[in-house]
């Protein structure tokens, strides 16, 4: 990963491959950010004018590349849009933080193959610090470890992600500077540590290789695992899990991973749909949907990177992440429309489609995590197709047993960047659901299909437990072209919700 520091020196006789700096979009035309007035300076002062010849505006996602003025030691100088300039007369002046993330993610992109940039964009505070630090670590991260010998692979075709990035104007020797990049060190670290678990193709994934993981992130970062393997979820009784795992040849897994606080009083549950890949069973996918179905364990991706952050954080709350792994494949042991199993709750489903898979292993997991009796819990899935019709590839949808919480993860999200809506849960469509032979039938009306999903799930919450449902089904897995710190494939949605959630927890503003 790029390397952070926090650097006094001034722009000019920095050594680097690059300047970044920052240009808004002003009433009149371009502006130059604070942070760049060195740079500026050297231009006699007409660096804005210069922007706006060569074509740059200011918005969000623009980059301009010109060449560095003279006497200084870095050869160019390259100008990230921050979309509008902030109203000097408003209460909170000053650039907003997701301008700041999308900004350097932007120019980390862009300077893949350079050694060292200098970033020079607007820091007024720690905040600044740790928005910049994110975008950067976001921003530069490359998977390449299936391109073949992936050195030469890089010299050959693609390039190395940015290898040293210095924030300007960041304080060395401040603590809350220091902090606020260090917390977006361990955030960016796991949230891109979850990206490369999507993106890790499903023959070398499968819930047996995801659970190791969870091993050897335990061990290193001193949490507590349990995993349940085929016979472990047999005497259990997690028909959920062994019904949608049945098909495979690799066999389901349950993890469970706790990080605890000596002086935490409060405890949050995390529970991630892990299905390492999507098939959808013996209802199975056509082509064209199944091509991506390895990012269908994004939401056990971000479980397992937002508690390993949480423990990296020491923050004063217990996190337990809950990762309910299988493989939804179709063969002679594969769970048929029309079965009937019997969940880990006691509640019996009958199984109309195999493709609505992501339910039934959350349903075991949810119920499990119920058994602790935790202050809340929050669920992470690719759950629905429905989803992300509904409100595109962006947003995810959060669904909650209790308003107030659901707002709680709504302004969490909005706070870290995350795009997040809520969604309703209509009573009405319970009734599709209805079965013949079961308590309950995994598919009900198809208008509302995600809404549906999330009253499936909520069977099997433990009475009284606060609960809220994100359907990351959008989100998850970038299929277009890169954005902002965004890469094309798996994104890490939802990780930095469920840290923020944990931190807002233990700083006792979670009721
Ligand atoms: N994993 C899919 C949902 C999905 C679709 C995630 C596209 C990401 C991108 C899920 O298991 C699924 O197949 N859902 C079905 C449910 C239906 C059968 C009730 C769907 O959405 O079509
Ligand atoms: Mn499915
Ligand atoms: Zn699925």
Redesign the pocket.
């Known amino acids: 990963m790029t390397a952070l520091t926090l650097s006094t020196s001034a722009a000019p006789g920095l050594r680097a491959d690059a300047i970044v700096i920052g240009v808004a979009k002003g009433t009149k035309g371009p502006v130059v950010a604070p942070g760049a007035e060195a740079v500026d300076k050297a231009y006699d002062g007409k660096l804005a004018g210069v922007l706006e010849t060569l074509g740059a505006s200011g918005a969000e996602g623009e980059l301009t590349k010109l060449p560095a003025p003279a006497g200084f030691k870095a050869p160019i100088v390259v100008a990230v849009g921050l979309g509008a300039e902030p109203d000097a007369k408003s209460e909170d002046e000053g650039y907003d933080a997701e301008a700041l993330r999308k900004a350097a993610g932007v120019a980390a992109r862009a300077l893949a193959g350079s050694k060292k940039a200098a970033f020079a964009l607007p820091i007024d505070g720690p905040g600044a610090v740790g928005a910049i630090g994110e975008g950067v670590l976001l921003g530069a991260y490359s998977f390449d470890v299936y391109k073949d010998s992936a050195k030469d692979a890089r010299a050959k075709n693609g390039k190395a992600p940015l290898a040293e990035a210095a924030l300007l104007g960041g304080k060395p020797r401040d603590a809350a500077h220091k902090g606020a990049l260090a917390r977006a060190v361990a955030v960016a670290e796991e949230l891109n540590r979850s990206r490369d678990l999507i993106n890790m193709p499903p023959n070398d994934l499968d819930p047996a290789a995801f659970a190791a993981e969870a091993q050897a992130a335990a061990k290193e970062h001193g949490l507590k695992v349990q995993v349940l393997d085929e016979k472990a979820l047999t005497k259990g009784g997690y028909g959920g899990i062994l019904g949608v795992g049945g098909g495979s040849a690799a066999a389901p897994r349950l993890v469970k991973l706790s990080y605890t606080h000596p002086k935490a009083d409060k405890h949050l549950a995390f529970v991630g749909k892990g299905?390492t890949y999507?098939s959808?069973g013996i209802?199975l996918?056509p082509a064209g949907h199944n091509e991506?179905?390895k990012?269908?364990m994004s939401g056990a991706a971000a479980v397992f990177a937002a508690v390993v952050a949480a423990a990296r954080l020491g923050l004063e709350v217990n996190v337990t992440g809950w990762l309910a792994l299988a493989e939804n494949m179709p063969s002679g042991s594969a769970t048929r429309p029309g079965d009937v199993l019997r969940m880990f709750s006691g509640k019996t489903v009958e199984v109309l489609?195999t493709?609505?898979?992501?339910r039934l292993v959350l349903a075991d997991a949810l119920w499990a995590a119920s058994q602790e009796k935790p202050d809340a819990i929050v669920d992470v899935a690719?759950?629905?197709?429905?989803m992300?019709l509904a409100l595109g590839s962006r947003t995810f949808g959060v669904m909650a047993n209790d308003d107030a919480f659901r707002s709680t993860v709504h302004e969490a999200a909005e706070e870290v960047g995350e795009p997040a809506w809520p969604m309703p849960l209509p009573e009405h469509l319970r009734k599709g659901m209805e079965s013949q032979v079961a308590d309950i039938a995994n598919?009900g009306e198809r208008m509302g299909?995600g809404l549906v999903a999330g009253l499936f799930l909520r069977e099997f919450v433990g009475e009284g437990i606060t609960w809220a449902h994100l359907d990351i089904?959008g989100p998850?897995?970038n299929e277009g072209g890169p954005f902002g710190y965004t890469p094309k494939g798996g994104t890490g949605s939802a990780v930095r919700t469920l840290v923020r959630l944990a931190e807002l927890t233990a700083a006792g503003e979670l009721g």
Do not use: P, Q, R, Y
């Open positions: 299905i999507d959808g209802s996918k991506t179905m990012c269908d489609n493709d609505a898979e992501g690719t759950l629905t197709g429905a992300m598919m299909g089904a998850a897995f």
